[in-house]
């Protein structure tokens, strides 16, 4: 007899639907998250009831959902140190270069968004929200990461596998991407190695028009030697 407990099905897709909205770019209906679940819209609704009760989301006044703070006062609590240490770089970072600087971070099979930085003076910018996830098999902070990995770490994910870029990634010491997470939007990433803790990688995300990648990466190389050296 198996001494395994049962999953509860409806944790799991309460958790979905915190990711859902997380990837999201803007909020979602009701119809929109149950399609997204694959549930019923009554069953989306009592999920999505229970997680406005713990100000996880929030609806605004055309009933359209997204996150709510709560989630961001717990997200606080995560990685704390590195995000920490993270933060003060990334604001020079984004405020230099004129673009959304933010550290992501292997999650299982996903890459995910720790900590983010918008610029205070530029036109427009781009909105990374923490939280936000994508398959370590997209993007420059994923091919970043892969860079890292160990092949225990590597046999430990099963079915991923290491992307055709990353000798190039690898000789040039940093990633990028286009039009491969967000359309239209570029990304340049680099390793960021802190010990115990989950490969990272720190990154900007831009609307390409002809930026100095190398450049870019060198910047980003700089700050995640910083950030590093804060958490020795």
Request: charged content about 20%; hydrophobic content about 50%.
């Amino acid at each position: 007899m198996s001494t395994t407990a049962p999953h509860s099905q409806t944790l799991s897709r309460g958790i979905r639907m915190l990711e859902i909205l997380a990837e999201s770019t803007s909020p979602m209906t009701i119809a929109d998250v149950a399609a997204a679940l694959g549930v019923h819209r009554s069953i989306a609704y009592r999920i999505l009831r229970t997680l406005e009760d713990h100000g996880l989301v929030v609806r605004d006044g055309a009933g359209a959902i997204e996150l709510g703070p709560r989630l961001a006062a717990l997200a606080r609590s995560v990685s704390r140190d590195l995000q920490a240490a993270a933060l003060p770089e990334l604001t020079l970072v984004a405020n230099e270069l004129r673009m959304t600087a933010f550290v992501s971070v292997l999650d299982q099979h996903d890459v995910v968004t720790l900590v983010s930085v918008e610029p205070r003076h530029a036109q427009a910018t781009v909105v990374r929200r923490p939280g936000t996830r994508h398959p370590l098999s997209r993007g420059a902070p994923g091919l970043a990461i892969q860079l890292m990995l160990t092949p225990a770490q590597w046999r430990a994910l099963e079915s991923e596998h290491e992307r055709p870029e990353a000798e190039l990634a690898a000789a040039r010491g940093y990633a990028t991407s286009h039009d491969e997470v967000i359309a239209g939007l570029s990304s340049v990433a680099v390793p960021l190695a802190i010990a115990g803790q989950s490969p990272a990688a720190v990154a900007v995300v831009y609307v390409a028009a002809g930026e100095d990648q190398a450049a870019l990466a060198a910047r980003l190389s700089a700050a995640a030697r910083t950030i590093a050296s804060e958490l020795q």
